[in-house]
């Protein structure tokens, strides 16, 4: 079982940056490939971003190229999304998930997930 905990959500005007973390006490995690999902209210969930098990690969959806970044900690512990300027329309609930396999986009390839951390951006 891997338990993941998504923290740095917040609160930001338009333009701001947040950085969220998903981090595991799991010392294997080292070998999961890690995504961002997003939910806004009244919308399905969406991919954000993806990383590979060892961080040689990453992938981010088309919203958020040139603003998101996605990387992982040497110890391979935590993952984190780098998010600037942000838009209104970013607001959501961002949730971390992990999987064994390749990096994919497709969330029901993705075993295990946080609780989600809630992003408000205001205009």
């Known amino acids: 079982q891997v338990q993941l905990v998504e923290s740095g959500g917040g609160l930001v005007q338009a333009g701001a940056s947040l950085r969220l973390a998903c981090t595991t006490s799991?010392?294997?995690?080292?070998?999961?490939?890690v995504a961002w999902f997003r939910r806004a209210p009244g919308k399905e969930r969406e991919f954000v971003a993806a990383i590979s098990w060892n961080g040689n690969s990453t992938y981010v959806e088309d919203f958020g190229k040139g603003r998101f970044t996605i990387s992982r900690d040497a110890a391979k512990t935590t993952v984190s999304l780098q998010m600037n300027r942000l838009k209104p329309e970013d607001t959501a609930v961002y949730f971390c998930a992990a999987q064994r396999g390749t990096i994919a986009t497709a969330a029901r390839l993705y075993n295990y997930w946080g609780q989600g951390t809630q992003v408000t951006v205001s205009s």
């Open positions: 799991r010392s294997t995690f080292n070998t999961y490939s």
